[in-house]
């Protein structure tokens, strides 16, 4: 195309002129137009190969731009990316937060049903408060170990979470207090040295709370089998301590109300009607060696006398019983304040204490003169009584006038003095 041109510029120049005819101008001007022509095809060749360098510059220009486009491209989408995972990170983690919370929730619910059930039975404050943190040592630990956690993994933590406190369950140090059988109406002191709560749980399924690092004083009310222990994170309750607690005896006391003279001792009769053979009695919660279900107490002093009977089973559970009698005036061997040596009644006619009569006891009596101490009788026989005569002088001693006697025994009853003293005055 070029050369065509090239012939159009020639022609258009040479076009109207005129030269003489030279024969050999011809083939010099051919000889030129050779030489051009072979001119304009280097410059085509050289214009051919700069457009080729300029394409291929333009093409490896326009490689490394597009090479950095995807580069930057890369990096754009490789940050997105990032902040896409982060997101997804934070979101996850939130997600997780919000079902560890949601689970701690449902167990605080749970908890704070049981709490008020056991305030309910135990008679325990409703104010009264236990607090739980069984949760919040894992819940990080937790997020941690599922942050690449699909959604379906995620919806797995609380599985996870029991899995985990059961462990932290199995750890647990327990300081759960032990007891023997017990026996109906006892109170046992339960010391609960644990950072958890501790639960009695009576026979009849009652169940009883003690708060942790507290003491509760409980009284048994029920008989049959008692268990101590506690609620475990996953709900089930454990048995740590078994006890029994028995029944006591039947017993019904029966007692004199008034002092009756039986052989001239001050005597109160008593029995009972019990279950049991071995029956313990005790006066003014002193224990007696009387082991019978009938039996009498001699009562030598004034005041107040609280008779108990105690019934004991094989299983060493008690029984008691217990009445109160009144006794007026202190035990002088039932002796007079005066006689007359003229009656014909002998009983009035002379003196001895009426209880020396009764009693088969070894004593010694004698009478003084008050106004010197001089012995006006003496005698150790019961049948051997005072009849007013001074034995100094062998005369009846003065009416109206008192003297002074006083018995030594020899051999008294429990719980009696050995010596008694009084007045005797001769009346006629």
Not at 26 to 33: D, L, N, P, V
Not at 143 to 167: A, C, F, G, I
Not at 236 to 248: I, L, P, Q, R, Y
Request: neutral net charge; contains cysteine.
């Amino acid at each position: 195309m070029m050369e065509n041109d090239i012939e159009k510029l020639f022609k258009k120049a040479l076009d109207k002129h005129e030269l003489p005819y030279d024969k050999g101008a011809w083939e010099s001007f051919e000889k030129k137009m050779n030489k051009s022509k072979s001119q304009s095809y280097k410059w085509w060749i050289l214009g051919v190969a700069a457009a080729l360098f300029s394409i291929s510059t333009i093409y490896l220009f326009n490689k490394d731009n597009a090479q950095n486009t995807i580069q930057e491209k890369n990096n754009v989408d490789k940050e997105n990316s990032v902040s896409n995972r982060k997101e997804t990170v934070t979101t996850t983690k939130n997600h997780t937060n919000l079902k560890v919370n949601k689970i701690n929730e449902n167990l605080n619910t749970l908890e704070n049903k049981k709490i008020n059930k056991l305030t309910k039975d135990s008679g325990i404050a409703e104010n009264s408060e236990i607090k739980s943190e069984k949760f919040e040592s894992t819940s990080d630990q937790i997020v941690t170990s599922n942050l690449n956690s699909t959604e379906k993994d995620q919806d797995n933590l609380q599985p996870d979470l029991k899995t985990k406190n059961d462990n932290q369950n199995a750890n647990i140090t327990e300081n759960i207090p032990t007891f023997n059988d017990k026996c109906k109406n006892e109170t046992i002191s339960i010391y609960n040295k644990n950072s958890f709560e501790l639960i009695l749980k009576t026979p009849s399924g009652r169940e009883i709370g003690i708060e942790a690092n507290s003491k509760s004083d409980i009284n048994l009310k029920e008989t049959g089998g008692y268990v101590l222990g506690y609620s475990q994170s996953n709900g089930t309750f454990k048995e740590s301590t078994k006890f029994k607690v028995f029944g006591n005896p039947s017993l019904n006391l029966i007692m004199d109300d008034v002092i009756s003279y039986k052989n001239g001792l001050p005597t109160i009769n008593a029995e009972v009607n019990s279950s049991e053979e071995n029956v313990i009695w005790k006066i003014n919660q002193k224990t007696t060696s009387k082991n019978s279900r009938i039996t009498e107490f001699n009562l030598f002093q004034k005041g107040s006398y609280t008779i108990a009977a105690v019934s004991k089973s094989e299983m060493g559970c008690e029984t008691s019983e217990a009445k109160t009698i009144q006794v007026n005036e202190d035990y002088n061997l039932l002796a007079m304040s005066a006689f007359n040596p003229n009656s014909s009644d002998l009983r009035n006619s002379t003196f001895l204490p009426y209880a020396l009569k009764e009693r088969n006891v070894t004593f010694k009596m004698i009478v003084l003169d008050p106004d010197n101490l001089g012995i006006v009788f003496e005698t150790t026989e019961s049948t051997n009584p005072w009849t007013g005569i001074d034995r100094r002088d062998g005369k009846m001693v003065p009416a109206q006038k008192a003297y002074i006697w006083k018995v030594s025994l020899s051999n008294p009853e429990p719980g009696e003095k050995s010596e008694y003293k009084g007045t005797i005055v001769r009346v006629l």
